[in-house]
């Protein structure tokens, strides 16, 4: 092994020369760097290597090259590259090749050495990495198009490129992003040449054996890629993908206008279809004497979404389905929270939006999402009658789904309508009881803003009745609360006795109670304790913070510094696992004063 580094660094010493010749470095800087590299060196030649040693060699020679270039910069030298850099360059290559042959599988390292070869210019060295890196990773096929990529724009190479995407399609033959780069690179291509020939002849050089071919100018490289694509990708979305790329290109109208009519053609079942033909209804042209107002303005787009309307009609006649109906329910929503200074633009997308929803709901098509949108039009506009007909509505197109009833029921109390104690109790019998928190939360809420102490008091007691732990637990520490904003302290304390042995229990439970003591005029130490005392019986096992807080107590003026010693005995007893290490830890930061 030494033989070998030994070699490795007479092998610098030509290149280490010139930096010292040439005053890139200093002879101390060179000896510095020749003790670092006989370092890294021996690490890399012992018997078992790890992975963060070629980094961290291969990120040294890269540090190197940099401050080499820096240099270079602040003194003007440029000379000698081939001498100073490219071995260094050289050697970097050769460290990622013996780091990618040893780690095959890491694709973040075969990564690292293209994103070197990138920076430094060593462009005939990518596609050798590329081509070793995809001969063990065939089966990514963004790696793939990595590739193509690289021999398209570092190498100018579009015939590498094609036969890239085309070896990719052998082991992808449906990836839809394969053939979307492959389409555009394509187009790419066909742009490129017709820049070419358009610079010729402004030179008005005879073109001679470099004829451009016509077809391949107008794109037709690109039309057998999507007719090839489509006829294994039958997806409407594909499709549309393909299109939105040809229409960035100024030359592929033709192109466009094909895809357009097989799309028309072969996917109208399919609601983005629909979606896309009725949107481009905004980008047509509109007069130009009547875009100089902003009347006029407002009165040309009413036209355009007008048009597009008509299209989504078409559509929800020809595919009355959810989705169809949540593209043009999308549209005008979309329209609406546009700005517009125009009121009367502004009453007719909201009428029109009013309309589509109630139309989509008549046909029980309508996402349970826009129930929500609904409601908040009606209400902004103060339709309180509307706006509670809609949340009932809701609850019997989604009558298991908890947002959809937590949304009405806000609605109604919000209005003040309906029999709510009834509509509680409807909700909680068609809802998942595991899913059912947040309507139990809402009943509280109501009842105590809305009934009397008494018959908040039952909607309490039938939440601690729950089987699902989440609501028993959170009725608990609730109703805590409530007893002792509206009893006081003797009513807290009465519901804290009742409850204290009606597991299960939270903390937060006796966090509560223990708050509530200490808001006292007089707050009584045997009344903390036996909060304390509790609640270390349900969590004194794991929780450390518990046991803290309570030596915490003892410390303070209501309570027995001598109580403390006894506490830290009973917690190191009672903790387990990672929780000693902790408390131990906390415990000696209070003792310093550090807590």
């Known amino acids: 092994m030494a033989e070998i580094v030994q070699q490795r660094i007479e092998e610098r010493i030509p290149e280490l020369e010139q930096l010292e010749r040439v005053g890139l470095f200093t002879k101390k800087e060179v000896r510095s760097i020749i003790k670092r590299v006989t370092s890294l060196e021996y690490k890399l030649h012992r018997l078992i290597v790890n992975k963060e040693d070629f980094i961290t060699y291969v990120q040294y020679e890269i540090n190197v090259l940099e401050l080499i270039k820096k240099r270079r910069a602040h003194i003007a030298y440029q000379f000698k590259r081939e001498e100073i850099e490219f071995p260094v360059i050289h050697r970097i290559n050769s460290v990622f090749r013996r780091a990618t042959n040893k780690w095959k599988d890491d694709v973040q390292l075969w990564l690292s050495h ?111 890629v999507y007719r090839d694509a489509t006829g294994k990708i039958k997806e409407a979305e594909f499709v549309i993908s393909l299109l939105n790329i ?64 008509q299209v989504y009609e078409e559509g929800v006649k020809s595919l009355n389905s959810e989705p169809m109906w949540t593209c043009y329910v999308a549209f005008c929503l979309e329209r609406l929270k546009r700005k517009t200074n125009v009121q009367e633009l502004k009453d007719k997308r909201q009428e029109r939006l009013l309309g589509v929803l109630q139309r989509a709901h008549d046909s029980s098509q309508l996402k349970e999402d826009y129930y929500k949108n609904w409601l908040q039009i009606l209400l902004s506009s103060g339709d309180g009658e509307a706006a509670a007909s809609v949340a009932m509505a809701a609850t019997q197109r989604y009558s298991q789904s908890v947002s959809a009833w937590s949304l009405s029921l806000q609605t109604l109390m919000q209005l003040g309508s309906g029999d709510m104690s009834e509509l509680f109790q409807d909700a909680l019998t068609h809802v998942n009881p595991k899913e059912s928190l947040p309507l139990w939360q809402l009943q509280v809420q109501w009842s105590a803003a809305n009934q009397s102490p008494e018959e908040t008091e039952a909607v309490f007691k039938r939440g601690l009745l729950s089987a699902v732990t989440a609501v028993s ?58 909060c304390y005392e509790r609640a270390l019986q349900e969590f ?45 830890t906390k415990y000696t930061l209070l003792q310093t004063g550090h807590l």
């Not at 949107?279 to 047509?284: G, I």
Request: net charge negative; proline share 3%.
């Open 114 to 224: 293209v994103a070197f070869c990138k920076k430094w210019a060593t462009k005939n060295q990518i596609s050798k990495v590329f081509s070793a890196m995809l001969a063990i990773h065939p089966d990514k096929p963004a790696l793939w198009i990595m590739a193509a990529k690289s021999e398209l724009e570092d190498r100018s190479s579009s015939e590498s490129a094609r036969h890239l995407f085309l070896r990719a399609l052998r082991f992808h033959p449906n990836n839809k992003k394969v053939y979307q780069e492959y389409f555009r690179m394509e187009l790419l291509h066909c742009e490129k040449l017709r820049k070419q020939k358009e610079e010729l002849e402004k030179a008005e050089i005879d073109l001679g054996e470099y004829e451009f071919s016509a077809e391949i100018l107008s794109g037709k490289l690109a039309e057998v």
């Open 246 to 309: 040809a229409a960035i290109f100024d030359f592929t109208q033709e192109l466009q206008d094909l895809v357009l009519q097989e799309l028309q053609a072969n996917y109208t079942g399919d609601s983005l279809t629909w979606d896309f033909m009725a949107r481009r209804e905004l980008e047509a042209p509109g007069a130009g004497e009547e875009l100089q107002t902003a009347k006029g303005r407002a009165s040309d787009i009413s036209r355009r979404e007008e048009r597009c309307c």
């Open 473 to 530: 637990t959170e009725m608990k520490e609730s109703y805590l609360d409530w007893s002792y904003s509206t009893g006081g302290y003797k009513k807290a304390r009465k519901t804290f006795t009742s409850l204290q042995e009606n597991r299960p229990l939270t903390k937060a439970f006796f966090t509560t109670m223990i708050h509530i003591e200490k808001e006292q005029e007089t707050p009584k130490m045997n009344k903390l304790r036996d």
């Open 540 to 584: 004194g096992t794991s929780d450390d913070d518990l046991w803290l807080q309570y030596i915490q107590e003892e410390l303070g003026p209501l309570g027995q510094p001598e109580n403390c010693g006894k506490i830290h005995w009973r917690a190191m007893k009672f903790l387990e696992g990672e929780s000693v290490e902790r408390f131990t």
